[in-house]
């Protein structure tokens, strides 16, 4: 059973293929010349062929009989010698016919040099599909992978310091571990707690259906810097509660930008500090004389 598997000698890879039928070149047989008409071009670009003599009409229908057999066995070369037979055309066109002087019409050797460039253009691309062909195809001349390999990246960070530098960052670390400072708050100074800020919010804003800035609704004529940023904080604080709570909507246009809030359909509804107090109202309200 080996011995089948390995054997390849009486395989045949491109039997099931069909092969291209060939097509012999376009040859020409007119006055003046006779063989190939890509010769046939290059002896009319180095004027080594007079164009005059050579009749076009014969030029024409030998083109014909060779279209007609070309058809069946490569259309695409068929069309590159019609590129050919009407430059060769146009060529002669241009000699017969008297010359105007026109700054526009290209002249005898522009046009050499147009149907040179032509000739060359039509060179390079059968080398290149020439060259394109005959390279090695996947799933013909060769065979990818079944199973595919999976590469795995292993990242190892290398650290490239010296211990002069680790005793400068050391010390670095330690003066400015020595340079914090304590904050003394005084007694005296009015500090805001958040429940005070949240009693003060639901006095002074209301139902604001407006977006409102936060700093509006701050107490005025705050001279300390301490209980200017202790009413802040409280207020803000104050802000977010509501907005837990879905009292409130809050927005800011960007980093460190105003803040903005606006009250909803719920703040007019029971806080639950009122709430609590309510119940300790009816708790007390059960008492009777002969319990107290």
Known sequence: MGDDVTRGDD???????????????????????????????????????DLIHISIVQLADQYLEFVQEARRKNLELAADYLVMAAWLAYLKSRLLIP????????????????LQFQLQRLEAMQNA????????????????????????TTQRTIFD?????????????????NKVKTLNIEQSVELMAIEDALAR???????????????????????????????MASTFGAVLQLAKEGRVKIRQDGTYGEIYFQTTDDWDKPFAH???RDKQDDEHDDIGPEDA
């Open 161 to 177: 310091a010296t211990l002069t530098d680790l005793i400068q960052a050391y010390a670095h670390q330690k003066s400015r571990g």
């Open 11 to 49: 395989f045949d890879g491109g039997a099931g293929l069909p092969e291209m039928p060939s097509i012999s070149p376009f040859e020409v047989d007119l006055d003046g010349y006779a063989g190939p008409i890509d010769v046939l071009l290059s002896l009319a670009r180095d004027q080594k062929v």
């Open 201 to 231: 919010l639901r006095v002074v804003v209301g139902h604001t259906p407006d977006w409102r800035t936060l700093t509006s609704f701050l107490p005025q004529n705050l001279r300390s810097p301490l209980t200017r940023r202790s009413v």
């Open 99 to 114: 010359e105007l002087k026109s700054e526009d019409e290209p002249t005898g050797e522009e046009l050499a040099a147009a």
């Open 129 to 152: 599909g020439e060259r394109l062909m005959a390279r090695a195809r996947l799933g013909q001349d060769f065979y990818s992978r079944g199973a595919k390999e999976r590469f795995r």
């Open 274 to 276: 009122d709430r609590k």
